[in-house]
């Protein structure tokens, strides 16, 4: 991946991020997404989740925003 993706991603990551506290919840998705139902977003969180602690890092950002 491009450091300009990467970068990109980064600014993707922190307007969701709204507390700055390094992770996406469900709730910051739903703050920054009104009108994705909420199935929508659960399923979103769990696809992103890989590590199952109920919020997605960055890392698991990328990999989710990598995705073919």
Do not use: K, Q, Y
């Not at 991603?9 to 739903?30: N, Q």
């Not at 992103?48 to 997605?56: E, H, K, M, P, T």
């Not at 698991?60 to 073919?68: I, K, Q, W």
């Amino acid at each position: 991946m491009s450091a300009e993706r990467l970068t990109e991603l980064r600014s993707e990551f922190s307007a969701i991020d709204t507390d700055g506290d390094g992770f996406i919840t469900e709730r910051e998705l739903a703050g920054r997404f009104p009108d994705l139902p909420a199935e929508a977003i659960g399923s979103l969180n769990r696809d992103a989740d890989s590590d199952g602690d109920g919020r997605f890092s960055f890392e698991e950002f990328v990999r989710l925003m990598s995705r073919d």
